[in-house]
């Protein structure tokens, strides 16, 4: 039997630690310590005290089939090569570490606010349970579905491993009235099971 140990691939690439001395960061945003020069001449995008990011806009990722929210990106040159790097991760190994085998979650959700408080180091399923509710949602409450075609009750789904499992409150029950008060109660059961789940990354809105 083989013993030796699986060594995860890193999912990001390094970031390049000329760029890290070459920024500071103010407020949110990274800017230039001093002016820099690209291939020879100074880059009048790369000016002491300019900020160094520029924003890529929200797009159709068609590798991976999802629209890929709008970033703060950075350019740098690596091997003579032009090439980006999220503003978010720069930050983070600034002033934590360059950890490139995590993802990056903002925890307000918004994929362009890049405040150090902020951001915080997430496994893909951590990021995932940071989702806010998904604009198909028909309850108005996070995992609260209406119950099939029996549209007097509503019942709590939440995907675990890949599966949809129905979730049941103390008393073993599965299903309550599509009413007010149901669909509140569904709520607070979602509310506790994903606190169990997901911790501090569970998000309810």
């Known amino acids: 039997m083989d013993n030796k140990k699986i060594i ?3 999912k990001y690439r390094p ?6 001395d070459a920024v500071y960061y103010n407020n949110g945003g990274v800017f230039w310590k001093s002016a820099v020069k690209v291939k020879g001449r100074w880059s009048p995008a790369m000016k002491k005290g300019k900020k160094a990011t520029r924003i890529k806009p929200k797009h159709w990722d068609n590798k991976r089939n999802y ?7 950075i350019w740098w040159y ?37 405040e150090l408080s902020n951001l915080r180091y997430a496994t893909s399923k951590e990021n995932i349970d940071n989702r806010r509710t998904p604009r198909h949602n028909t309850t108005g409450f996070k995992n609260v579905r209406i119950a099939g075609r029996k549209k007097h009750l509503c019942r709590v789904i939440i995907t675990v491993d890949g599966k949809d499992i129905q979730v049941k409150d103390k008393e ?13 109660y569904a709520d607070k059961v979602a509310k506790d099971f994903r606190e169990k789940l997901s911790g501090k990354f569970a998000c309810h809105g």
Request: proline content about 6%.
């Open 172 to 184: 073993g029950r599965g299903c309550w009235p599509n009413t007010k008060e149901g669909l509140e």
């Open 78 to 114: 690596v091997d003579g090569k032009r090439t980006y790097f999220r503003s978010a991760r720069v930050i983070m190994a600034m002033f934590h570490f360059d950890d490139i085998y995590k993802q990056i979650d903002h925890i307000d959700h918004d994929t362009l606010n890049d």
């Open 67 to 73: 629209w890929s929210p709008a970033r703060n990106i």
């Open 8 to 10: 995860a691939k890193p």
């Open 15 to 20: 970031i390049p630690q000329d760029l890290l």
